[in-house]
Nanobody, 124 residues
């Protein structure tokens, strides 16, 4: 199993920045990719960004391209999400997830381990 703990959420003004961190432990060697998803009130959980653990290939949702950057530090088993130019519509609970199945970087159903989530609130 893989355990995930997110941190770094908070309240920020529109246009500001936040960096989320996700510390992984357990059987991280089996991880194909790590991803960030978010869920706003009354909406379904949606894909934000993902990165493959081995070679660092990335994928982003169109809504965050050019504003968010996902990265990983393999030595620390940690994944980051740098969020710049935040907008009120970015407000959501952000979840870190691990994919050990080897497919579907951008698909919710492909991720088999999830963190508890961290709240991001953007004021206008």
């Amino acid at each position: 199993q893989v355990q995930l703990v997110e941190s770094g959420g908070g309240l920020v003004q529109a246009g500001g920045s936040l960096r989320l961190s996700c510390a992984a432990s357990g059987r991280t060697a089996t991880t194909y990719a790590a991803g960030w998803f978010r869920q706003a009130p009354g909406k379904e959980r949606e894909f934000v960004a993902a990165i493959t653990w081995r070679d660092g290939s990335t994928s982003y949702a169109d809504s965050v391209k050019g504003r968010f950057t996902i990265s990983r530090d393999n030595a620390k088993n940690t994944v980051y999400l740098q969020m710049n130019g935040l907008k009120p519509e970015d407000r959501a609970v952000y979840y870190c997830a691990a994919n050990t199945r080897g497919w579907g970087m951008g698909q919710n159903v492909a991720y088999d381990y999830w963190g508890q989530g961290t709240q991001v609130t953007v004021s206008s």
